[in-house]
Antibody
Framework: QVQLQESGPGLVKPSQTLSLTCTVS??????????WSWIRQPAGKGLEWIGR???????NYNPSLKSRVTISVDTSKNQFSLKLSSVTAADTAVYYC???????????????WGQGTLVTVSS | QSVLTQPPSASGTPGQRVTISCSGS????????VYWYQQLPGTAPKLLIY???QRPSGVPDRFSGSKSGTSASLAISGLRSEDEADYYC????????????FGGGTKLTVL
């Protein structure tokens, strides 16, 4: 059974960089059959796709966040990571990592999700 | 302001059939599959419908999806109290090098 687990600081200061890691277990991130995404959700609000990575290292980002986002993969650790720079209070949210089948350029729906981790941006 | 438009709320009584709409454009729903997610309070979203109308294993056939042009719908028949949740539609958008977009979510209340 595939499991995803987010980890990282729960509190980040404004203007700093938010860094999260998603550890995948029960399957290899190198299998080549999936995209690995980050999705966030501010309290009481809807879902926002941040971006995704494929095992080759190719990425796609949300145009509204692209200038501040970097997603990377470490196949040796079966992990992928998110960095979001110059954070503000508006970046306070629950951050999820998720997997989607790589059927096409778009890929499929996210079939496995992490439990989510709350990141608060505050001084 | 979400790219895909959903009603903020919907409701029904047990046993009823309810539908939730999702409206987009030619660059997303009009040219790509639609996906639906169910989110129970305090939990991660769960894939409910993929490729417009396909159900993952384990999802009851009370849930069904459809798409026509630049709009899609999720129907829930035989409404149950445990269906009370937030529902989100999502689709790939071909603009700006491609990215995923979501609807704003619909809070379903079982009366």
């Amino acid at each position: 059974q595939v499991q995803l687990q987010e980890s990282g600081p729960g509190l980040v200061k404004p203007s700093q960089t938010l860094s999260l890691t998603c550890t995948v277990s029960g399957g290899s991130i190198s299998s080549g059959s999936y995209y690995w995404s980050w999705i966030r959700q501010p309290a009481g609000k809807g879902l926002e796709w941040i971006g995704r990575i494929y095992t080759s290292g190719s990425t796609n980002y949300n145009p509204s966040l692209k200038s501040r986002v970097t997603i990377s993969v470490d196949t040796s650790k079966n992990q992928f990571s998110l960095k979001l720079s110059s954070v503000t209070a508006a970046d306070t949210a629950v951050y999820y990592c998720a997997r989607s089948p790589r059927w096409s350029v778009a890929g499929g729906g996210w079939d496995y999700w992490g439990q989510g981790t709350l990141v608060t941006v505050s001084s | 302001q979400s790219v895909l438009t959903q009603p903020p709320s919907a409701s029904g009584t047990p046993g009823q059939r309810v539908t939730i709409s999702c409206s987009g454009s030619s660059s997303n729903i009009g040219s790509n599959y639609v996906y639906w997610y169910q989110q129970l309070p305090g939990t991660a979203p769960k894939l409910l419908i993929y490729r417009n109308n396909q159900r993952p294993s384990g999802v009851p056939d009370r849930f069904s999806g459809s798409k026509s042009g630049t709009s899609a719908s999720l129907a829930i028949s035989g409404l149950r109290s445990e269906d009370e949740a937030d529902y989100y539609c999502a689709a790939w958008d071909d603009s700006l090098s491609g990215h995923w977009v979501f609807g704003g979510g619909t809070k379903l209340t079982v009366l």
